[in-house]
């Protein structure tokens, strides 16, 4: 374990690192003191054992494991990953694939980042292991293109990996076993959309990232056709530890639903910014209050001033009111506080003296911008939604505009069924949530709706369509 | 694509005799990157964007060889370019600025990172000094939200900037360029 840092006013949590074993981290380590870990060091400290055990075991044995684990997907939509690895169907010959999904261009999330730039062999370790379990023979590392740095880093591991045999036409780890892995780095180059799973499938095709409509799911028909795997790099991170230590050792960490859904085990990488005091990546278990996370992992509020409010996890989610401080995160957060979910459990706070209409224009400018433009709703509505909010920020909107954004927020989206991906949810929940929440500021900043016929205003409930 | 179909077109694309796709370049495709992909278009990111960053944007008569050494459509590979923020079909200048304008940075103050550049450099976001040595852009988040406001200098992030750090950055890339700084 590594020394604790000195600074540390931080409550201790109840594991150890996890995910950060080799990342110094408060309250284990100081950041000053990390490193990028090469694969000499990388195995000295237990590396790649997890996988050795791995090929012991049989595929359909470790999908099991993995599902017993219930470990829910990292990138966003906490989907179980042993089920989604047991949609595949058996091996019939033909190439099939792993997609790493390191897109992370979610506004607010920096977790992904981390583990590439100081840990990278842990990546691959789960990588390696996803593959020999689902029975996948090519493994693409997709990363944003803005990531340049964490390229190299991640090329420098995967030729690591080959150089000591995990990957490579002898088989996974030197021929353990039969079975080879060849792994690439496909970078991308500047598109949110491309981290929505269909979306990166046509951006190693090379083609322009329009997300697939769906079925058929990748898992059946993915990239170039054949049953391809999509997983976050934080989601193939923690595969390593959960063979290593076990099923019963993962569900000790994190918190059951509170709710009866289901459960949130593990621990999480948990990137934290705003207006806090030492903002950053912290291993949380899944449940800690997001009070906690501020005061105990980032020293407090900046300057001591209030909490108003907090981007969930990646502007996708919607936002946490003032009163919602308390909210534990971990995948009920959804159905308990009003906003879409979980997401990257990355949170953005905000502090009292924060401008929740100018916040809400710039996450409005961002779904303009990042919308891929195949779905009428959601091209036309990001746009509408940008203009109505500038309007209300302008002060040249009136009390009409906030329903009619609400109206065209709330019908965006694969859950009102009207466009192909969830790029357009993420824009109905940010958009809905921090207008409902924040109702008074946006009424503050609009002027009472009025018509003027001939020289006489007409107040908003009279029917337009007979004055026409 | 009209530029390329249409025979009798007044459309020309600009080309030149020496071909932007070299041999030694093709000759490293064919090693490398084409054995990678199930199909040959797969390949088509990794070259634009090596392409991109030998000559800072994709001429279209690039695209024409890009595509014909794919064996696609020269409308394929423009589908693509045209897609991409990272591609440009005009020339960026030598520092591409970036400053990240998503939530966390607009919180942290991008603002005022970004009125100083545009005032000192006489250019609106998604444009290029008329001397080539200077393109600006409002970039979304570029994953790191705790060190807020960053930008990346051509591939170089930033973090925690301020205005005497983007000023001193801008002074080391017109020097290296040999350039007076735009005051
Ligand atoms: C618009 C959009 C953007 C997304 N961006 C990312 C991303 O950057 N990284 C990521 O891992 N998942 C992202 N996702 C979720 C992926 O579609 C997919 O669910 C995920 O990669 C699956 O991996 P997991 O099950 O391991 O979480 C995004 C989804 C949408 C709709
Ligand atoms: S919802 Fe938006 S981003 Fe998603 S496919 Fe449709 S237009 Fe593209
Ligand atoms: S918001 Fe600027 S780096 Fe994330």
Redesign the pocket.
Same mark, same amino acid.
């Given at each position: 374990m590594l020394a604790r840092a000195t600074e540390a006013k931080v409550a201790m949590p109840v594991t150890e690192p996890v995910l950060t074993k080799r990342i110094p981290t408060a309250p284990w380590g100081d950041p000053k003191n990390r490193r990028t870990v090469g694969v000499d060091d990388f195995i000295a400290t237990g590396g790649y054992k997890s996988l050795e055990k791995a090929l012991d075991i049989t595929p359909a044995d470790l999908v099991n494991l993995v599902k017993d684990a219930n470990l829910?997907?990292?990138?966003?939509?906490?989907?179980p990953?042993g089920l989604?690895w047991s949609f595949l169907a058996p091996p019939d010959g033909g190439r099939r694939y792993l997609c790493i999904?390191? &897109?992370?261009? !979610?506004p607010g999330?920096f977790k &992904?980042r981390l583990l590439c730039d100081y840990d990278p062999h842990l990546i691959m370790e789960g990588i390696a292991i996803a593959c020999w379990a689902c029975q996948l023979d090519t493994a693409y590392f997709f990363i944003?293109g803005e990531y340049h740095h964490q390229a190299k880093v991640v090329e420098k591991a995967i030729q690591e990996a080959y150089a000591k045999g995990i990957f490579g036409k002898q088989g996974l780890m030197n021929g353990k076993v039969k079975f080879a892995v060849d792994c690439y780095l496909h970078r991308g180059a500047g598109a949110?959309?491309c981290?929505? !799973?269909? +979306?990166?499938l046509e951006a190693v095709e090379g083609r322009r990232g329009w997300?697939r409509l769906k079925p058929p799911f990748p898992a059946v028909k993915g990239l170039f056709g054949r049953p391809t795997i999509?997983?976050?790099? !934080?989601?193939?991170a923690a595969v390593g530890p959960i063979v290593d230590k076990g099923v019963a050792w993962w569900k000790s960490l994190g918190c059951e639903s509170s709710i009866g859904g289901a459960p949130s085990y593990g621990p999480k990488l948990m990137g934290v910014s705003g207006h806090v005091n030492r903002p950053g990546v912290f291993e949380c278990d899944l449940g800690i209050p997001l009070r906690k996370l501020v005061e105990d992992y980032c020293g407090g509020m900046r300057g001591g001033k209030k909490f108003k409010g907090a981007i969930a996890g990646g502007v996708?989610m919607g936002i946490l009111g003032t009163d919602q401080f308390d909210a534990p995160m971990d995948f009920d957060i959804g159905r308990k506080f009003d906003v879409m979910g979980l997401g990257?459990a990355c949170p953005t706070i905000f502090d009292e003296d924060t401008d929740m209409v100018a916040v809400a224009r710039n996450i409005a400018r961002f779904f303009k911008n990042?919308s891929c433009g195949q779905c009428t709703p959601c091209r036309e509505g990001a746009g509408w939604i940008y203009k109505i909010i500038s309007r209300i920020e302008r002060g040249d909107a009136t009390t009409k505009d906030l329903d009619l954004l609400l109206e065209i927020a709330g019908s965006m989206g694969i859950i009102p069924g009207t466009t192909i991906? +969830?790029?357009s &949810? +993420?824009n109905n929940w940010a958009i809905r949530t921090i207008v409902n929440k924040f109702r008074g500021e946006f009424e503050a900043r609009v002027k009472p709706y009025s018509v003027a016929v001939s020289s006489v205003g007409v107040s908003a409930g009279v029917q337009l369509s007979v004055l026409r | 694509m009209s530029w390329t179909t249409k025979p009798s077109a007044t459309t020309k694309i600009p080309t030149r005799a020496e071909p932007y796709c070299t041999q030694a370049m093709k000759d490293r495709w064919t090693k490398e990157l084409l054995p990678r992909y199930a199909t040959k278009q797969g390949a088509l990111l990794p070259i634009l964007h090596e392409i991109q960053h030998a000559y800072r944007h994709i001429p279209y008569q690039a695209m024409v060889e890009i595509a014909s050494f794919l064996s696609i459509k020269p409308a394929d590979v423009m589908d693509t370019v045209t897609f991409y923020e990272e591609f440009h079909t005009e020339p960026v200048g030598k520092c591409v600025i970036g400053i990240c304008q998503s939530i966390a940075c607009e919180v942290c103050g991008h603002q005022k990172l970004l009125d100083h550049v545009r005032n000192r450099l006489g250019i609106e976001p998604h444009e290029t000094t008329d001397d080539g040595k200077f393109t600006l852009l409002a970039l979304e988040c570029l994953g790191s939200c705790d060190t807020a406001p960053v930008a990346l200098f051509n591939e170089t992030l930033h973090e925690k900037l301020t205005i005497e750090t983007v000023d001193r950055l801008i002074d080391e890339a017109s020097r290296a360029d040999g350039g007076s700084g735009h005051h």
């Open positions: 829910r997907g990292r990138g966003g939509a906490g989907f990953c989604k999904n390191c &897109d992370e261009a !979610e999330t &992904d944003r949110y959309i981290g929505e !799973e269909t +979306g990166l997300p999509i997983n976050n790099v !934080e989601t193939l996708s990257t990042e991906c +969830g790029l &949810d +993420g | -």
